[in-house]
């Protein structure tokens, strides 16, 4: 059914409780797992992340929880702006939803906008919503809502929740399969967590990607409406090829420091027709859209940080689309996601002429190797590079080397060395 609006009434009162009074049913109904994401429920959130990385059903979460305290579903407003039911609502139409909420209940209503990126300038009514002290809940898919000028234009009055998909240990919980000390030292559970990580490890963690067979096949729809959806159909963009190519490329190239002009020119190499202005856009639209993020050289000066980049995908199951037998790359791109996620803008890679360290955590001075295994390494770069950078750099305290399945523990040169494998390290990493 299609939305019915009135020039001079706006927007039809019964379709919009029709859409409200659906959401319920559909909140009551659906499967939530625990995630480890809190809300003050004082405070207003524009919650944004990855497309399908399970934003909408946080907000489910909040919805039931103020229910169970007390709260009635009359006062539970709840839009999601990708219903068709809604094809459209514009900026002005915010006030039908104020008048509905009057309607079904004289107590102070609780709103959640689902996908309300969809709907241009709602920041405007975000902030008046906010300014006149209401509780409101926001989801959306694209970065800009980010963006300096949106922080701007909200004022400080939303906090931002940054949702990804599941990290291992959720990953776990949502298969309910216990991950506790006693279990991780027993065979028998240490060997099922293990077979379950080499899921998580090749398919990710996207929730829904759980109750599919064909895992691989549901992360390529997932991938395809981030790029056709999020990146290409949101910024105009007609060279489906180039784009496509594009992140072909910045996947292959994932461990590697990439700049725009090597980009552009293996697109070239390769026959894409593609200018230069247009990778650095397009690059820019997969960041906005979260397929990928930049680690950026603790070491380099303020442009070549900005330009030269390592990207990483925001889920295993994304990368893994692209390559064949890549495990190293794989490994080293959970550990990138798993660090962003916990560590953001003080996550940086070293390089310099002496050493070079994968990952490089600001925060807590810890310096990460990721190596698919110790064994049968000639060059000892991963240990080589450590023990470097602890007697030249002050800011290290911790060094650690993540591999597939190897556990120990060095001491070289009078440095410190845990040997951690990757899926307990998940699990470990608060």
Known sequence: MSVIFDMELGMDHSVLKNVIFDQHEIIKAFHIVEREYEFDLNANYVVVGLRRAGKSTLLYKVARDLTASGVEWNQIIYINFEDERLDGFTLQDFNDILSVQAELSSKKGWFFFDEIQNVDGWEKFARRMADSKEHVFITGSNAKMLSSEIEERLGGRFLTKYVTPYNFREFLAAKNVDYSEKSISATKAGGLIRREFEEYFYFGGFPESLEHKDKRGYVSSVYQKILLGDIASRNNIRNNMGLKLLIKKIA?????????????????????????????????????????????????????????????????????????????????????????????????????????VDFFVEEDGTLYQAAWSLKNISDNRETDSLVLAAKTMKEARRFVIITYEEENSLQIDGIQIEVLPVWKWLINLN
């Open 252 to 356: 292959e190239a994932v461990k590697d420091e990439v700049s725009y002009s090597k980009l552009y020119n293996v697109l070239k190499t390769v026959g894409v027709n593609i200018s230069k202005d247009s990778v650095i856009d397009y690059t820019d639209y997969a960041q906005t859209s979260y397929l990928i993020f930049p680690v950026r050289n603790y070491f380099s000066k303020f442009v070549e940080k900005e330009t030269t980049p390592k990207y990483y995908f925001n889920d295993n199951g994304l990368l893994n689309l692209f390559l064949v037998k890549e495990e190293t790359r794989l490994l080293e791109n959970l550990v990138a996601l798993s660090l962003w996620n916990k560590f953001g803008g003080d996550l940086y890679f070293l390089r310099s002429k002496n050493f070079d």
